[in-house]
């Protein structure tokens, strides 16, 4: 395994240009090359096309000199200045090189020029889940079927690997060409390295934050945050919006602390879909169901659970009768 192996190392960039006017800095950072070279494997790599943007990361499109099709992650050394953030992009790096899954998205290789920090990835051509939301509005439940298998198939393996994701949300599964889901985005993800041990860092998405982490500070989290998070997954793909969403954070928060989630009344809902997210969205995360439990779960036997997903799913409802 790749777990231990020292990442590499990240040089501080050259004072070589002179400082850019100051709103300029910081509203767009200056694009990578549109030929970006990996020095150590002489690999070259052409642009091709901007996937989108996170919390520190660009994310484009790029033919490799073989011709494949990939996604590079590109991190500015600038935003890399203090030891924090190294360590973070580091960890997100280790973890995310060690983990082999058909449901994860590929770490190919990672690199570094004097501007940038860059990490190939598999292509996700059809994007996140988040985005399809928004086109589609919901989901059926044989799709919903289909996507939480593959994401519980894939948690799964990391936790057997004592990985959490820690940031499972609709944003952070994409979708390859075969509309197969591919978990992404390692960056808030930690290693269990002792049994027993248990995380402190307040950290996630608000509406998937599983309530330890915001209210048991003594005890920390551990496992049981992704499966929380895989319950508000099902409940956001049938219902289109997650279920502790509000306004503000806080009301978030309080809703999570309180339980308190509501079924539209207009919509109908299967009583399997909703006694598994039940079943998983439970306050003390000693009582929620393993991953085990849940891929156990009547939900994936009650109805039809297509053995794939049309590519026209990707904009509309597919029919599965
Ligand atoms: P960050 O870690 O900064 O949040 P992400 O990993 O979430 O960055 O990536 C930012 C955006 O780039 C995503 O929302 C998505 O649109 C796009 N993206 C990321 N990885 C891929 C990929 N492997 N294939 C296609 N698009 C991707």
Redesign the pocket.
């Known amino acids: 395994g790749v777990i231990g192996s020292a990442p590499h190392k990240i040089t501080e960039a050259q004072p070589s240009s002179p400082p850019l006017p100051r709103q300029n800095t910081k509203t767009a950072p200056p694009s990578p090359p549109s030929v970006i070279v990996d020095k150590t494997k002489n690999i070259f790599y052409t642009r091709t096309g901007f ?9 484009y ?1 790029v033919k490799d000199d073989k011709g494949n099709r990939q ?1 590079i ?1 590109v991190v500015t050394k600038a935003s890399l200045k203090t030891k924090k953030a190294k360590t973070k992009l580091y960890a997100e790096i280790k973890i995310h090189r060690s983990i082999q899954h058909p449901n994860v ?1 590929k770490f190919f290789e990672c690199f570094e020029d004097s501007d940038n920090v860059y990490m190939t ?5 059809a ?2 889940l988040m ?1 399809t939301l928004r086109r589609r509005k919901r989901f059926t439940e044989p799709e919903a079927r289909v996507f939480m298998i593959q994401v519980v198939g894939a948690c799964n393996w990391m936790h057997s690997h004592q990985i959490i994701h820690r940031d499972l949300k609709l ?2 599964l ?1 979708l390859d060409s075969n509309m197969n889901v ?1 978990v ?2 390692f ?1 808030l993800a930690a290693l269990i390295e002792n049994p027993g041990e248990r995380k402190k860092t307040i950290c996630g998405t608000p509406n998937y934050i599983a309530p330890e982490i915001l209210f048991d500070t003594v005890n920390g989290h551990s496992f049981e945050v992704d499966a929380w998070s895989i319950g508000v997954i099902l409940y956001t793909l049938i219902i289109g919006r997650p279920p502790f969403q509000t306004k503000d954070v806080k009301a978030i928060y309080k809703r999570i602390r309180d339980n308190m989630y509501e079924w539209p009344v207009d919509r109908e809902v299967s009583v399997e879909a909703r006694t598994l997210v039940q079943r998983i969205l439970i306050q003390d995360p000693n009582d929620r169901p393993t991953l085990y439990d849940i891929a156990d779960d009547a939900f994936f036997t009650s109805g039809t659970c297509p053995s794939f997903i049309p590519i026209m799913a990707r904009d509309s409802m597919p029919n599965f009768s």
């Open positions: 996937l989108g943007e996170g919390g520190f990361a660009r994310v499109e996604a992650k998205v990835l598999e292509l996700c051509e994007g996140s985005e944003g952070n994409f591919k992404g985005d960056g």
